[in-house]
């Protein structure tokens, strides 16, 4: 519900989205148990992100040919898992109206639509020659993902902390 303010109050508060009506409503809209199901999936691409980094040097190491085996399947269900998380993501973004309202969610909308474009050139550049692939072109394209991974990840933990994006109220049953 819109807050009442006072004639004085309204001279200083000016910001017409504080005072929108939908500014607190920021709910998630897919979760099990309140826990919204983005939060759940995006754990798959971050984790994977670092992983195909970590076997990218680990083939510049030893020159084994297992590394970038491991590459291979870890950049494709980096996107894949990448992709289902952006889609709830976006679900959440177009449903609640106090996560549409914020230019932050915006923000991390674009992070996160560049960094899945990077996680899959990650994957098709690798899947002719899994092997040749790796240098340099391949460690460099795992290092600019695991840098967008860091970046879209941490702004995605802001949504949360400092704006309260997709935790329930507590008015609701829950802790937020
Ligand atoms: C492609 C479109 C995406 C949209 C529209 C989106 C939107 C959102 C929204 C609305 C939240 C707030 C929590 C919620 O309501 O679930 C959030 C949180 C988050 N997002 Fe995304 N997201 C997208 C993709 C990604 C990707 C690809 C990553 C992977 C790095 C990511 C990482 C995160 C993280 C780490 C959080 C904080 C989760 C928590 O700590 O609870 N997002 N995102």
Do not use: C
């Not at 960094?115 to 290092?143: K, T, Y």
């Amino acid at each position: 519900m819109r807050k009442k303010y006072s004639w004085r109050q309204r001279r200083r508060l000016s910001d017409p989205i504080e005072e929108h009506v939908a500014f607190s409503d920021t709910e998630t809209k897919i979760a099990i148990a309140g826990h919204p199901l983005h939060a759940m999936m995006v754990a798959f691409p971050i984790a994977l992100a670092f992983s195909v980094f970590g076997a990218d040097a680990m083939y510049w190491f030893t020159g084994d040919d297992f590394w970038p085996r491991v590459a291979l399947w870890g950049s494709g269900v980096a996107f894949g898992m990448g992709v289902l998380a952006g889609v709830t993501g976006t679900v959440e973004l177009l449903m609640a109206p106090g996560i549409r309202i914020r230019s932050a969610s915006w923000t991390h909308f674009i992070l996160a639509v560049m960094l899945l474009s990077v996680l899959g050139l990650n994957w098709g550049f690798r899947l002719d020659d899994p092997v040749g692939a790796v240098l340099p072109w391949g460690a460099m394209i795992s290092a600019l993902a695991a840098g967008m991974t860091g970046i879209t990840g941490w702004h995605g933990g802001k949504l949360v902390f400092d704006y309260h994006i997709g935790a329930q109220r507590r008015d609701k049953g829950g802790h937020a």
